[in-house]
């Protein structure tokens, strides 16, 4: 029996841990084993969204100008630089879009401010709070602003 292509690719953790060289393979191979017409979707962390969230949770520390440089500049992580890679929406749109992929959404799915409010509402807030986060998670304009994002591409026939 002949294998098929899958319909689409589920890519949920190499974005966050390799290079910006590095993720040009994982878009050739998400590629690849994709059908025309399949859906990619790429998870990623936002480096404004995870950066500023830093700056407000521990404002003891950050900002500071060896954060900035390596975030803001290199797009890696200041603590676990050889660990974890930031990118931006605009970034990993222009990449997706470089390789052929037409963009359906992007999409913020936990923002900075949230983390700190979350833990401490009832079940009446937190339903309240939903709506106001879903509403969020579908703005192209609050993208930027989540820890983690989204790309949901297709691959054109």
Sequence with gaps: MKAERDAGALVLG???????????????????????????????????????????????????????????VQGLDDLRPDLFFFTTPEEIEQTAKGHGLSILKNIGVDFFFASNIINNISEEQFAAWMMLNDRMADSAFCTGLSNHALLVCEKRK
């Design 14 to 72: 190499p974005m966050y841990h390799l290079p910006p060289k590095d993720r040009e393979l994982v878009f050739q191979e998400s590629i690849r084993v994709c059908k025309p017409g399949g859906k990619l979707c790429y998870a990623y962390i936002s480096l404004l969204g995870v950066y500023a969230g830093a700056c407000i949770l521990w404002p003891e520390k950050y900002p500071n100008a060896y954060a900035n440089e390596c975030t803001l």
